[in-house]
């Protein structure tokens, strides 16, 4: 059943991507009680460089942690850019992210998880620390996230 899931939302992000023609992608590492693997993938829906906020959709698969549920999970992001350099050569944003998460661990089940967080992207390097809180379990922790991918700032990349 669980299989069945990843692959229907696999099927929705990627028929988003070609749809909205922009996708934010992250691979790295997460801590979160313990080092995991952490793949993201996010599609802006405004992608507008005159806003400083946009709204995305996506995926974020984390390796199993028997400390903290873990898995894929089905996102929707919020953010306000606060800072993109008057170079446009970094950003630094403020936002949260809420999902179901599809959790692969024997010792948790499936459930809500809300994240506020701060996110930096220079270059291709991603920082994102922010507390993932678990509604079910009416607990959370903090969290760091680095990782090689962005994409936040194509927003001003412009060809002619």
Known sequence: MRKVFVKIALIFVFSLTTSLHAQVFSLGGKYD?????????????????????????????????????????????????????SSKSHLISAGITGGYLLDFNKEFSNQFRLSPHVYAEFGLLTVKAGYDYLLPLQQGTPFVSVGLGGGYLFRHFKIM
């Open 33 to 85: 009680k313990k080092a995991m693997f952490q793949a993201a993938l996010n599609v802006p829906v405004l992608f507008d460089n005159d806003k400083p906020y946009d709204v995305a959709f996506g995926l974020d698969y984390t390796t199993p942690n028997k400390n903290m549920p873990s898995g894929l999970q089905l996102q929707v992001t919020g953010m306000y850019f606060l800072d993109e350099g």
